[in-house]
């Protein structure tokens, strides 16, 4: 399914493959349509869903914590936020995030300028590989079931802002090779459930570059801590293993 979007001015719903999983999707809307994407539900199984607001936001219409959008490969792109606002309030969705059930994720809004209203705040219903960034405001990510694994998750490319990663039932890793691969001024990290930790091990650590840094597991024997900042000092807020090992490192700076 393939939808370019002229609608102009008002905001747009979208509720796609309802009864049954769809193919590919990919809907976009152009410079000149300045409204935002409503996602009541796009069901694409296993395939690749992309969504892009060149003018707008892209958020769920309903004030709910039910999946908005499944997909293999996720790519949204929007000016404006991505999560962080319904149409209908916070009542039920507190978060008031974008629901999502996907294999990889790779979101990005481009909005500079106006802070506080470019945020990527996303529910995802079973772990995912991330790629995520905004211009200059923060992100938060929270996998109800299974882990997080991180490709690079940038809160502001020109102005830094907050990460929260949350793991309930799995881990939080990246790839080890000396770069960060998240990036943000306050990085919260937070993993749940038994044997699930942040970072792999002391030799394949979680790679931050934050400012400082909140992290925290369920805290039995296992539920471990491995952080490595790569860039400068590494200013702690709280971080809690309870029973498990902390092992935190800073390449070139103090902690």
Excluded: C, W
Excluded at 43 to 48: D, L, V, W
Excluded at 152 to 161: F, K, L
Excluded at 193 to 214: K, W, Y
Aim: proline letters at 1%; glycine letters at 10%; zero cysteines.
């Amino acid at each position: 399914i393939t939808i370019v979007d002229t609608n102009t001015a008002a905001d747009t719903t979208y509720n796609i493959g309802s009864t049954a999983a769809v193919g590919i999707v990919n809907i976009s809307r152009g410079v000149a349509a300045t409204g935002d994407m409503l996602i009541t539900l796009i069901n694409a199984g296993t395939n690749a869903v992309t969504l892009t607001n060149n003018e707008g936001a892209i958020n769920d219409k309903e004030d709910d914590t039910t999946t908005d959008i499944s997909g293999g490969t996720v790519t949204l792109t929007a000016k404006d936020e991505i999560g962080g606002n319904v149409a209908a309030g916070a009542v039920t969705d507190t978060l008031q995030a974008l629901d999502v059930a996907a294999t990889s994720l790779d979101v990005s809004t481009t909005g500079a300028l106006d802070l506080g209203t470019h945020q990527i705040v996303l529910l995802e219903a079973d772990g995912a590989n991330l790629t995520l960034d905004t211009a200059e405001d923060a992100i938060t990510v929270v996998s109800t079931t299974g882990s997080l694994a991180v490709n690079t998750v940038q809160a502001g490319t020109t102005t830094p802002d907050a990460v929260s990663l949350t793991a309930i039932n799995g881990s939080i890793s990246s790839t080890v090779n000396s770069i960060a691969d998240v990036i943000g001024t306050t990085i919260t990290l937070s993993v749940l459930g038994v044997g699930n930790d942040i970072g792999a091990s002391a030799i394949s650590p979680l790679e931050i570059n934050a400012t400082v840094l909140n992290a925290s597991t369920a805290g039995a024997v296992g539920n471990d801590i491995f952080i490595r900042d790569t860039i400068s000092n590494l200013a702690i807020g709280t971080v809690n293993a309870g029973s498990g090992n902390v092992n935190l490192e800073s390449l070139i700076g103090a902690i």
